[in-house]
Nanobody, 115 residues
Framework: QVQLVESGGGLVQAGGSLRLSCAASGSIFSINAMGWYRQAPGKQREVVATITTAGSTNYADSVKGRFTISRNNAKTTLYLQMNSLNPEDTAVYYC?????????WGQGTQVTVSS
């Protein structure tokens, strides 16, 4: 099994930056793609960015040019560097991992951007 634990959320002013981390443990060799999602109050969970095992990345249009997804060489930690944050980025951020066609989710970390 794979376990995911996010960290790095918090309160930041508009224009600021945060770096989220997602530590993967367990059967990490079985992980395929990984990604970051977010869910704002009253809204559906939406994809923010994804990265494949080959390192190909994709971003939601709303974060292109501001957010960067990456992972360490051991593929045990997933990152999301978030720059130029705005209040619309306020949400709970979740990382996930695709394992044998099953999505594994972390518990989420709150990001709040004040205006």
């Amino acid at each position: 099994q794979v376990q995911l634990v996010e960290s790095g959320g918090g309160l930041v002013q508009a224009g600021g930056s945060l770096r989220l981390s997602c530590a993967a443990s367990g059967s990490i060799f079985s992980i395929n793609a990984m990604g970051w999602y977010r869910q704002a109050p009253g809204k559906q969970r939406e994809v923010v960015a994804t990265i494949t095992t080959a390192g190909s990345t994709n971003y939601a249009d709303s974060v292109k040019g501001r957010f960067t997804i990456s992972r360490n060489n051991a593929k045990t930690t997933l990152y999301l560097q978030m720059n130029s944050l705005n209040p619309e980025d306020t949400a709970v951020y979740y990382c996930n991992a695709l394992v044998a066609r099953v999505l594994i989710w972390g518990q989420g970390t709150q990001v709040t951007v004040s205006s």
